[in-house]
Nanobody, 120 residues
Framework: QVQLVESGGGLVQFGGSLRLSCAAS????????MAWYRQGPGKERELVAA???????NYADSVKGRFTISRDNAKKGVYLQMKNLKPEDTAVYYC??????????????WGQGTQVTVSS
């Protein structure tokens, strides 16, 4: 069974930094695009940043220049370095991965989410 487990969320002050981590585990053959999404209070879930298996990245306009996504293919991990955090970044952050596993061809998997709260 494939699992994505996030860590690193928490409470931080305006202008602070946090680093989110996500590790995939299970009978995984290949991981393609990995991404971070977030869902703020009363809002739709939105894409924050994504990274391809080859390292090509894209970011939501609202986080460009402040957030950096990276991945470690050997560890099946994806990371989100967040700097200069703002109250509007407050949300539950979800890890997502498109991957092939022993039991399913290319499918999308989600982590359980980690709360990030930025105080003003």
């Amino acid at each position: 069974q494939v699992q994505l487990v996030e860590s690193g969320g928490g409470l931080v002050q305006f202008g602070g930094s946090l680093r989110l981590s996500c590790a995939a585990s299970g009978s995984i053959f290949s991981i393609y695009t990995m991404a971070w999404y977030r869902q703020g209070p009363g809002k739709e879930r939105e894409l924050v940043a994504a990274i391809s298996s080859g390292g090509i990245t894209n970011y939501a306009d609202s986080v460009k220049g402040r957030f950096t996504i990276s991945r470690d293919n050997a560890k099946k991990g994806v990371y989100l370095q967040m700097k200069n955090l703002k109250p509007e970044d407050t949300a539950v952050y979800y890890c997502n991965a498109a991957l092939d596993s022993l039991v399913r061809s290319t499918s999308s998997y989600w982590g359980q989410g980690t709360q990030v709260t930025v105080s003003s």
